[in-house]
């Protein structure tokens, strides 16, 4: 039984080693850095890396580091080619790369401020142009408020002159009544006063004629 504990802490311990040195470490900036088989500069070249390749961090002592590369090679490089700050090689392409989504950014931004200025101004001109339709609208909405009151106050005139001309139109009829009375009144009376006269020539006619009968008689007896 204490074989087999020792036997798994012998498997665990090289295991729990390589988990508590899994980070991520860099070639620093040198051209090229060769990944050997051992701690030593005599044995195999197993990978070749550039400046700023990324390395996995599996052990490392005073002198040496091993590594697994990207490509999965495990091996041993010097420490003194591995920083764990990031090379100014990859700093820069970072950087660039940010300038680049800058300028992008920026010409995105450049065309929709000028789509929006474009929209401003069309907006702009939209609005004046609604501004002059309105005041000429207020100046033709006052000019019909003018008729308007011009109409009411004819209106009233219209409606005095409708009155006085129904009240003339009565009178007028009453008038025209008592003319029509009137008239006949005088009918009645030129009639009255011819008889009148009438009656008057007659009688200074039968009178005429008895004076001059009488007057025959009086001079009959005269000359008897």
């Not at 001309?165 to 006063?193: I, M, P, T, W, Y």
Request: aromatic share 6%.
């Amino acid at each position: 039984m204490k074989k087999i504990v020792l036997l798994l802490c012998c498997c665990l311990m090289p295991l729990s080693a390589t988990l508590s040195f899994a980070e991520t470490r860099y070639v620093t900036d040198q051209l090229i850095v060769t990944v050997r088989d051992n701690q030593s500069d005599n044995y195999q070249v197993l990978e070749t890396l550039p400046t700023a390749s990324p390395v996995e961090i599996l052990d490392e002592d005073k002198v040496f580091v091993k590594v697994r590369t990207e490509k999965g090679v495990e091996g041993y490089i010097s420490k003194q080619y591995i920083t764990p700050k990031l090379p100014k090689k990859l700093v820069i392409a970072g950087l660039q790369k940010e300038v680049s989504q800058l300028q992008e950014r920026l010409s995105s931004q450049k065309q929709d401020f000028q789509e929006t200025a474009e929209v401003a101004s069309s907006s702009q001109e939209k609005i004046s142009n609604l501004s002059t339709e309105l005041t000429s609208t207020r100046k033709k909405f006052e000019k019909l408020g003018m008729d308007y009151q011009s109409l009411l106050e004819s209106s009233k005139n219209v409606v005095a002159l409708t009155s006085e001309r129904d009240r003339l139109a009565g009178e007028n009829v009453e008038l025209a009544s008592e003319l029509s009375v009137l008239q006949e009144e005088n009918k009645s009376f030129h009639r009255s006063n011819m008889i009148q006269w009438f009656l008057a020539g007659g009688g200074v006619f039968l009178g005429g004629w008895l004076i001059g009968k009488i007057s025959r008689k009086k001079r009959g007896f005269g000359s008897i």
